[in-house]
Structures are given as structure tokens and as C-alpha cells.
């Protein structure tokens, strides 16, 4: 495959370059920090950011949520088939 873009720096302003699931945990921080997050079902999620502050978002179903995220919380999430871009 062809990366035109390999010697390119990347920014937070740059699209994803990678992603994982996320099961949310009252008990356990992300291994990754989050550039944004999407769910497959529309919904509400809990979140630790990468500074400290919590809150409970909305999150659209396939519409990113531009949020660095350290911790997803199983209590006050019910957004279902969350995945992490970083």
C-alpha cells in the first residue's frame, strides 16, 4: 500500500490514524487516550478526559465526538459499540 502521507507530521487536527474498542469500566483508565470517540447506537457516555474533568456526553450514532478521553465509565453510559481514534 501507498501512504503518500507517512512523512507527514501528524496533529490533533489531522484525521485518525488508529482505533480500538472501548468497554467501559468504572475501575480502569483507556490504555490510549482518545483523539475522539464514535458509537454504533446514539446514547450517553460517561467520561474521564485526559485532564481530569468529568462528564456525561451525548454521542450520535457514527457521528465522531472530538474528546481526548482517558476513562469511559460503565455507570451513565448506555451508548452502545464505542470505539477510540487516536
Known amino acids: 500500500m501507498t501512504d503518500h502521507f507517512r512523512a507527514s507530521v501528524s496533529g490533533l487536527d489531522s484525521p485518525a490514524s488508529g482505533l480500538f474498542a472501548i468497554t467501559p469500566d468504572d475501575g480502569a483508565d483507556l490504555a490510549i487516550a482518545t483523539r475522539a470517540i464514535v458509537a454504533a ?46
Open 41 to 86: 447506537t446514539s446514547g450517553h457516555v460517561r467520561v474521564t478526559t485526559i485532564d481530569g474533568s468529568e462528564g456525561t456526553l451525548f454521542v450520535a450514532a457514527g457521528a465522531p465526538m472530538p474528546v481526548r478521553v482517558a476513562r469511559v465509565w460503565a455507570t451513565d453510559t448506555d451508548a452502545t459499540g464505542l470505539v477510540g481514534l487516536y
